[in-house]
């Protein structure tokens, strides 16, 4: 039997499914509900939020003849027909292969068919900001008076690029990006529901290192669950990813503090021996000089980092040691060597100067 990626095999079907954009998805229950649909709604949000999900969840929400709450009943005679994937009143367009005018000149003249045994037709398309000017004129004709039983939902991840003519025109829904505490009580329903183990540590770090992305996360979980063979650890999780260990970091930002180049090289040493990739420890010095600014300057802080509480404290006793000009000063440089470190020669010379240049505090003009 061939493998479904989990970001697929779980991918919702209902609203009540979908995580961290309850913003969005009550505010569409309630125009299904009160029979107030728009005829152009527009997602747009970070990849790996729920854009596509949501607009076919609606899809098929619009045409229920029995919808329980603004939902889908899921066994009506028109939810059951459009749970086929090519049903003719479901009609997703990817933008970035089909973005001449020509294209949308066929959506055009196929919206004046109507619907076959359903209440609307429904045209999803995808990365709509890659359509060329002409095809902008061209949907905007189409948006302006659609026949009553069309609704079009545009999603896109660069809004800004879009003509302020097409947005205009529409019903606008920011998806916002999906906290880590959210994304980790998902994993852990998809583990149980697949039959394998993991401890919470594994769960925050494959969380975090989706940044929000619900698609991002659960490609990461499974890269994670094949390598780990149904029972995930910290240290596989942290293998797989190549990401520093919490204790490392926090250790080297000691000898940061305490200015000890010693063992700043030592430590640097001892990674590449072990084979660690130093762009992503990088990325990983930049993240806790953010963190530690946090933790500073924020009163609310382990809301917005949500980390354990026993690390929380290590993470505040280590912010006291330091001042916050020189907590930027850190995410700046760490986050500019981060890029840099991809593409030069010498991956540890670089490390070992942004390291030096951040801890001591010296100007090093490039250039």
């Known amino acids: 039997m061939n493998h479904i990626a989990l970001y697929r095999k779980y991918r919702p079907k209902t609203f009540e499914e979908v995580i961290g954009q309850e913003h969005i998805t009550k ?31 609606f899809a098929k929400a619009v045409n229920c003849l029995d919808n329980v709450g603004g939902s889908a009943c899921g066994k009506c ?31 055009r003249e196929k919206v004046k068919f109507m619907p076959v045994g359903a209440k609307y037709k429904v045209y999803i398309i995808d990365e709509v900001h890659m359509l060329s000017d002409s095809a902008f004129n061209a949907l905007l004709k189409t948006l302006e008076e659609p026949p009553s039983y069309v609704v079009f939902v545009l999603a896109t991840t660069e809004v800004h690029k879009l003509p302020q003519t ?12 999906v906290g880590t505490d959210a994304l980790v009580k998902h994993l852990a329903k998809v583990f149980d529901k697949e039959g394998i183990k993991y401890d919470e540590e594994s769960l925050k770090i494959i969380a975090s290192a989706g940044e929000g992305s619900v698609r991002d996360t659960l490609s990461i979980a499974d ?26 970091v926090i250790n080297f930002f000691d000898k940061i503090q305490e200015k000890d ?21 990088a990325k990983d010095l930049s993240k806790h000089s953010r963190n530690l600014l946090v933790c500073k300057s924020c009163k609310n802080a382990n809301e917005i980092l949500n980390l354990t509480d026993d690390l929380f404290e290590i993470y505040q006793s280590q912010a006291e040691k330091f001042v916050e000009k020189d907590l930027i000063r850190y995410m700046q440089v ?18 070992e100067t942004t390291c030096l240049t951040a801890m001591l505090g010296l100007d090093v003009k490039k250039n």
Not at 89 to 104: G, L, M, P, T, Y
Not at 232 to 242: A, D, M, P
């Open 223 to 248: 890269s994670i669950a094949a390598y780990c063979q149904g029972e995930i650890s910290k240290e596989k999780t942290l293998s797989v990813l190549g990401t520093t260990d919490h204790e490392l």
């Open 166 to 177: 097409i947005l205009s025109r529409c019903i606008r829904f920011d998806f916002r990006l």
């Open 334 to 351: 760490f986050s500019s060597a981060e890029s840099e470190l991809r593409y030069t020669l010498s991956v540890r010379l670089l490390l």
């Open 261 to 281: 180049v010693g063992q700043i090289l030592a430590m640097i040493d001892n990674m590449e021996k072990e084979g660690k990739n130093l762009a992503v420890f």
């Open 27 to 57: 505010t569409l229950q309630n125009q299904i509900v009160n029979n107030q649909i728009g005829h152009a709604y527009l997602f747009t949000g970070s990849r790996g939020t729920g854009k596509t999900s949501i607009a076919k969840i």
């Open 77 to 107: 005679e028109n939810c059951l027909r459009l749970e086929q994937e090519n049903d003719i009143n479901i009609i997703e367009i990817d933008a970035a292969s089909n973005n001449k005018v020509d294209d949308i000149r066929q959506i």
